[in-house]
C-alpha cells in the first residue's frame, strides 16, 4: 500500500485573523507541516485582498495543501478556488457564515460586506474535495444555509450540532474533530 505525502495544512482565519485560543491556532501548533495565512494590515474588508492573500501563501508551498478555514476563511477559500488552478488535496470550511444575511451586532454591515466583494456568496462546486462543518446553532448561520452550501459545492456536510460559531466565545478553543476531519484528506 502506497501512502500519500504529509501534506502541508494551510490555516485560513475568518475576519477576526488570529486568535491565541482559537481552534486553529491550537490545531496548528500541533501539526508537524502547518502554515498560517498571515493578517491582513490594510483592506481588511476585502475579499480580493484577502484571496491574494491566500494566493500569496500557497506561492511559498510546495507539494500536497489540505485548506483549513474558519468562517469568513471558508468563503474566502470558495472565491479564491473558483479563480485558481493550484491543485488542493482538500479542505475543511468551518461554520462559514451566510454574508449574504445581516450578522449580529459587532459583525461587520451588509453593505460593508456588499462593497467588499463578498456578495454573492460562490455556488458552484468547489475543483476539490472538501468538508462543511456546520452548527445547528450558529448566530452567523442558519443551519439550512450551510447545508445549501454545501450541496452546492459538493462539500460533505458535518453537523456538529450545538456549537455555536466554533470560537472560544462560544466555549471552543480545542476542537478535536477538527483534527479527525483534516485526517480525513
Not at 502547518?34 to 480580493?48: F, G, I, N, Q
Not at 454545501?150 to 472560544?168: C, Q
Request: proline fraction near 10%; charge should be negative; aromatic fraction near 6%.
Amino acid at each position: 500500500m502506497t501512502t500519500r505525502p504529509e501534506p502541508t495544512f494551510l490555516f485560513v482565519p475568518g475576519l477576526r485573523d488570529h486568535i491565541a485560543e482559537h481552534w486553529q491556532t491550537l490545531l496548528a501548533d500541533k501539526l508537524l507541516k502547518a502554515v498560517t495565512v498571515p493578517p491582513l494590515t490594510e483592506d481588511k474588508l476585502s475579499c480580493a485582498a484577502r484571496v491574494a492573500a491566500i494566493d500569496e501563501a500557497l506561492a511559498q508551498i510546495d507539494g500536497d495543501v489540505v485548506l483549513v478555514a474558519h468562517s469568513a476563511g471558508a468563503i474566502m477559500v470558495v472565491h479564491w478556488a473558483l479563480q485558481s488552478s493550484r491543485q488542493i488535496r482538500g479542505a475543511l470550511l468551518a461554520v462559514p457564515p451566510d454574508l449574504e444575511n445581516p450578522l449580529p451586532a459587532g459583525y461587520p454591515a451588509l453593505p460593508d460586506l456588499v462593497a467588499g466583494g463578498w456578495t454573492p456568496i460562490p455556488r458552484e462546486r468547489l475543483p476539490f474535495p472538501s468538508i462543511t462543518v456546520a452548527s445547528d446553532n450558529d448566530p452567523l448561520a442558519r443551519l439550512d444555509r450551510v447545508e445549501g452550501f454545501a450541496r452546492d459545492w459538493g462539500s460533505e456536510l458535518v453537523n456538529a450540532g450545538s456549537v455555536g460559531h466554533l470560537n472560544p466565545a462560544a466555549g471552543y478553543g480545542d476542537w478535536p474533530l477538527a483534527a479527525e476531519l483534516v485526517r480525513r484528506f
